[in-house]
């Protein structure tokens, strides 16, 4: 069990050791989060970072046990407030692929063209199944984590993936 | 294509991305925002030592203001009898009936310095200065025995061994064994010759006063304190009084005492003059 795991304990000063480790756990998925909810990964990375510069400076103020929510609380906040004042809208995620088993250069392009598809498709999702999906299956997080992280119920969750997924099957249909 | 199929197809090509973000760009964030981190709280660490340090200071510069406060040692003798106290330094005072002293026991190692108002016989114990304040001249000793007589307007001061500086507001005088001096408002007498048998505070027994061989002007001043007149005189400073004196019957008393001197005095209600 790590520091930031003990429960109901005071609310203590969080030490440089502890914030060192907030950040190992949960910089990443939280830049992540960010990417999926904006698109823009140079904004997720600002947010994610200005979401520790606000955990350090009220680390008197919170609870050790809620740094997780309170970071995604934080992200998700600046990160909308960031999107008004840019007025920028959620275009398209540049997300890599990365293929480990060996295919016919047929089944790549292929699956290239349905990565295209799927990837284009993604901006048709509402915000919070996209968000949902992509942190399934890029950060291969459970549903409950995802609950956790989100402050959701795992049928809230379910949901979101189910709507996810049938509104990218639609547009695939369509395009096939 | 089944929705199953499509669905398995979906799941599994997003489960091959993955988000664009530059390897060592975690790291380049991690050392920024510790750098960020590590330099306010040194900044803060700096401002807690400094607030300890004001602290600190502000403990030290009260705790003589407390000291000063309850080291306070007042002493009134409101007995009828010569009342013997010692100083923690061990030197004395044998301080008259009515007379007061007030010093602080916790600054006294560090100044020796009482205020005094009445008559007292001092035996000084060598040391640092020792000091008494009266309202109308202070007097100083480093070790020696003394007698200080002090009331609002005067201060007498008699050095039966070592030496003493007596001051004024104006003027200073040193007194060796057996003289003695007076300040009057700002005003020092100069010094005279007198005895060195020390104390020489009249004997007041049977309601009498009893003086023997007594500076005029120490005498004068004891017949102010029994008769609760102010005396004026013009007569010789250099003069002695030896005599016994009935302060219960004060026509009589400045009569017999003016007698001695060839000297007349006159009463306007609190203020005697006498004159040759």
């Not at chain 1, 609870?63 to 998700?76: C, E, G, M, Q, R």
């Not at chain 2, 669905?7 to 973000?21: H, M, S, V």
């Amino acid at each position: 069990m790590g520091i930031l795991d003990k429960k109901g304990g005071k609310k203590e000063k969080l030490t440089l050791q502890e914030y060192e480790e907030a950040f190992d756990l949960y910089y990443t998925p939280i830049r992540n989060f960010l990417y999926f909810k904006t698109s823009q990964a140079e904004l997720a990375e600002d947010v994610a970072q200005d979401a520790f510069v606000k955990l350090w400076e009220t680390r008197a103020k919170i609870d050790k046990s809620s740094i997780k929510a309170y970071l995604y609380t934080i992200a998700n906040n600046l990160a909308i407030n960031q999107l008004k004042r840019d007025q920028l809208k959620y275009k398209f995620l540049n997300l890599q692929v990365e293929r480990k088993e060996k295919k016919t250069p047929q089944y790549l392009m292929e699956m290239q063209e349905f990565d295209q598809k799927l990837q284009d498709t993604l901006a048709k999702i509402p915000e919070g199944a996209r968000e949902v999906f992509l942190m399934n299956r890029v950060e291969g997080l459970k549903y409950r984590e995802i609950a956790e992280r989100l402050g959701l119920s795992m049928k809230a969750i379910e949901k979101r993936m189910s709507r996810a997924l049938a509104i990218l099957r639609e547009e695939i249909n369509r395009k096939v | 294509m089944e929705n199953e199929e499509i669905d398995k197809r979906i799941l599994e090509a997003a489960g091959n991305w993955k988000t664009p973000f530059k390897p060592g760009s975690e790291q380049d964030a991690k050392k920024r925002l510790m750098q960020m981190a590590e330099q306010d709280s040194e900044k803060k660490s700096n401002g807690a030592i400094w607030m300890r340090v004001a602290a600190s200071i502000s403990l030290l510069a009260i705790i003589p203001v407390v000291l000063l406060f309850i080291g306070n040692t007042q002493i009134e003798n409101s007995s009828s009898e010569i009342l013997t106290h010692a100083f923690p330094c061990e030197s004395e005072i044998n301080l008259n009936p009515g007379s007061k002293i007030q010093y602080n026991k916790y600054f006294w190692s560090l100044r020796r310095r009482v205020q005094f108002e009445g008559q007292g016989f001092f035996n000084v114990e060598e040391g640092s200065k020792f000091i008494v304040d009266g309202e109308s001249g202070d007097v100083e000793v480093l070790g020696t025995a003394f007698t200080v007589w002090a009331d609002s307007n005067d201060l007498f001061a008699h050095c039966s061994s070592g030496e003493v500086k007596v001051w004024s507001d104006l003027e200073k005088e040193v007194l060796k064994a057996g003289q003695f001096t007076l300040v009057s408002g700002s005003r020092l007498d100069p010094v005279q010759e007198w005895n060195r048998k020390g104390f020489i505070a009249p004997n007041k027994a049977n309601s009498e006063l009893v003086f023997e061989d007594l500076p005029i002007g120490v005498a004068i001043s004891e017949l102010e304190m029994a008769l609760g007149f102010e005396i004026e005189h013009s007569l010789d400073p250099s003069l002695r009084y030896s005599g016994r004196l009935e302060p219960s019957n004060p026509d009589h008393c400045l009569e017999v005492f003016c007698k001695t001197f060839n000297a007349n005095f006159v009463k306007e209600e609190d203020l005697v003059s006498i004159h040759p």
